[in-house]
Structures are given as C-alpha cells and as structure tokens.
C-alpha cells in the first residue's frame, strides 16, 4: 500500500525557517511526479512546489520562489521542502502529493492538488 507520510511544521515566527520531510513507502519512487500543496482555511488549494524524480527538474510558484526549496533523497525514499523566510500568509496545511506522470506534466503546479497520492497533511504557521 502506497503511503506519504509528512513530518517537520510546527509554529514559526515571520523570517524563520521549516523543513518539510515526505516519506515514501510502497512506492516505486523513481520517475514520478511530486510535489507539495497547501491549503489555508477559507482559501482553495495551491500547488507550491513540484519535482520529477528521475533527473530533478523542480519547479515553484511565484509566491515561494526564492524561499522554498524542493529536494529529494532518493536513497531515503524522502522528499523535502526547505522553507526560508517565511511569512504569515504561509500558514496553511501542506500536503505531499505523487503521481505516475511525465516529466512535462510536473512543470503544471495546477495538478498537484489532483494527484493520485497524498498525505495527510502536516500545519505550517507563521505568526507576525
């Protein structure tokens, strides 16, 4: 059975940093589209960041781009996201997401909130 399992948000002043981890299980994790959503209450979802797992492409939304990094540890089966200087309008649920697409597909953050697998979500919140 295929799981995603995040870890790493937590509280955070604006300016400050989290890691977001995503481990994969019960998955063939080469090749595939990945990426990371987030959801505010009362706000629709946004894909923030995408890769492809085979050589890393990666791709962010204007809104993080140049604060948020994605990365992967293929040997780990472990996807990250690095979030730098972060701000209040940063809170939100963030959600892990794969799916077996291809490469050009992961460049459309649009998708990732429709992709076949995700996590359970780990809360993200920045106050001023």
């Known amino acids: 059975q295929v799981q995603l399992v995040e870890s790493g948000g937590g509280s955070v002043q604006a300016g400050g940093s989290l890691r977001l981890s995503c481990v994969i299980s019960?998955?063939?994790?080469?090749?595939?589209?990945m990426g990371w959503f987030r959801q505010a209450p009362g706000k629709e979802r946004e894909g923030v960041a995408g890769?492809?797992?085979?050589?890393?492409?990666?791709y962010y939304a204007d809104s993080v781009k140049g604060r948020f990094t994605i990365s992967q540890d293929n040997a780990k089966n472990t996807l990250y996201l690095q979030m730098n200087s972060l701000k209040p309008e940063d809170t939100a649920m963030y959600y892990c997401?794969?799916?077996?697409?291809?490469?050009?597909?992961?460049?459309?953050?649009?998708?990732?909130?429709?992709?076949?697998?995700r996590g359970q979500g780990t809360q993200v919140t920045v106050s001023s």
């Open positions: 890769i492809y797992t085979g050589p890393s492409w990666s």
């Open positions: 019960g998955y063939t994790y080469n090749r595939r589209c």
């Open positions: 997401a794969a799916d077996s697409l291809a490469r050009y597909a992961c460049a459309d953050l649009n998708r990732i909130i429709d992709y076949n697998t």
